[in-house]
């Protein structure tokens, strides 16, 4: 993004995102603290079989959607509470992928816990990962393809990315320990798939590893004879205790401060944007951390380059996504849930709670792209805009040309 798109992004006005958005609102609002029904007004009907009233609770817009929903869409939406969690005694993990979300090709996401002193062993693996720190803190390790090694700590709201085929590990640690998510640059990627070191000892000849590391055989004698995956480990000490020099410096760094990034500010809420042009190593994903103000919502807009993955931290939000011949579905959001929308499909996301939605954007691409809706009729002749959508010329005459990525309520 060159900076006068960025510049571009931080300004403008809410208006007419706003006015395209109070139908759905206003007939939210009607019944808001019901539990949601299958009704509305002559249509539907009560259900009197087998119902699951907190699931239904979160998914309120499934139940009784918008009178805008048409047609079927594919879910687009999973919750980390319905997945496997494997549990280890350093702490524990779960995913979703391809197979929880079919339209999610490109992009696996993995949320992980290590308590303090618990390690994701040594290990590499085909896709790139890039990874958001939740809560705590951990110490990551890597090297790169000329021996040149990185270890850090990271905290709270930062990021890493190891490129495909880079071996590392990570740490939690004093606290704690870590959480995180884990965002992989392939939808069908298993975290069973990962090349873990004790994997790869135990299925090697001890001869064969005696005579790679110039030491007697005997010397293998208490190795594992299966993948670790994640352990207890005691906790490691002050970094600089625990660095190790490589054959030289990185060329450009594993890590991120992704927090510490002054945001882009609107009435509605702020966004930071990571991608290659301020992350150099994260070649194939960038993403977005966007913070919206209750009521205020994402701009109608969509992404020309890449499909999206969202991962929702903090709050409540809907999102209706258009997908060309006569589709849009929408769907509701809290926190451990993941979203998707597919490549070039229309979509908002709103804040519907009463604090502050917190979510990550994520597309496999090298640089962040979208397109706005309100910045597309503004900068097309207006008696050509009115034409198509019977909206006055006047009114049209107020849309901004910049781009609000958060819009006020």
């Known amino acids: 993004m060159s900076d006068l798109q960025r510049r571009e992004f931080l300004t403008g006005a809410a208006a007419f995102a706003a006015a395209t958005a109070t139908l759905a609102g206003a007939e939210r609002a009607s019944g808001a603290d019901d539990p949601p029904r299958p009704v509305r007004g002559d249509k539907g009907a009560p259900i009197l079989g087998p119902s699951n009233p907190s699931r239904e609770a979160q998914s309120p817009d499934r139940l ?44 696996a996401l993995v949320n992980m816990r290590l308590k303090a002193g618990g390690v994701r062993e040594l290990h590499w693996h085909k896709p790139a990962e890039w990874a958001f720190m939740v809560k ?23 990021i890493w990315n190891f490129p495909s085929g880079i071996p590392h590990s990570i740490q939690g640690l004093e606290g704690d320990g870590a959480e995180f998510v884990l965002v992989f640059d392939d939808g069908n990627f298993s975290e069973d ?12 000849p001890r001869e064969v590893l005696a005579k790679n590391f110039g030491v007697p055989e ?35 760094p594993f890590s991120y401060r992704l927090l510490a990034q002054e945001p882009i500010r609107t009435k509605g809420g702020t966004v930071r944007i990571s991608d290659s042009t301020n992350f150099p190593v994260a070649t194939t994903i960038a993403a977005a951390f966007v913070e919206i103000e209750p009521g205020a919502m994402r701009e109608l807009h969509w992404h020309p380059n890449a499909n999206e993955a969202q991962y929702y931290i903090s709050g409540q939000a809907r999102m209706t996504v258009f997908a060309a011949h006569e589709t849009a579905g929408t769907f509701d959001y809290q926190p451990g849930d993941v979203g998707f929308v597919p490549r070039n499909m229309g979509h908002y996301i709103e804040n519907t709670g009463k604090t502050t939605l917190r979510f990550l954007e994520l597309w496999r691409a090298d640089k962040f792209a979208d397109i706005s809706l309100r910045q597309w009729l503004a900068f097309t002749p207006a008696e050509l805009v009115a034409a198509n959508v019977k909206i006055d010329t006047s009114i049209l005459a107020n849309i901004p040309k910049h781009k609000t990525p958060v819009v006020p309520a």
């Open 193 to 204: 798939s990962t090349f873990s070191v004790t994997d790869w000892i135990a299925h090697t």
């Open 136 to 158: 705590g803190r951990a110490r990551i390790t890597a090297i790169d393809e000329q021996g040149r090694a990185f270890q850090e700590d990271v905290g709270e709201g930062d």
């Open 64 to 107: 009784n959607p918008p009178v805008t929903d048409s047609g079927t869409l594919p879910t687009l939406r999973w919750s980390f509470a319905d997945s496997h969690i494997k549990m280890r005694e350093g702490g524990w993990s779960r995913q979703t992928t391809i197979r929880e979300i079919p339209s999610s090709t490109d992009l």
């Open 218 to 252: 005997r010397a293998f004698a208490n190795i594992p004879e299966k993948e670790r995956f994640i352990f207890q480990s005691k906790v490691p000490g002050p970094l600089s205790e625990d660095r190790v020099a490589g054959a030289g410096p990185l060329p450009m």
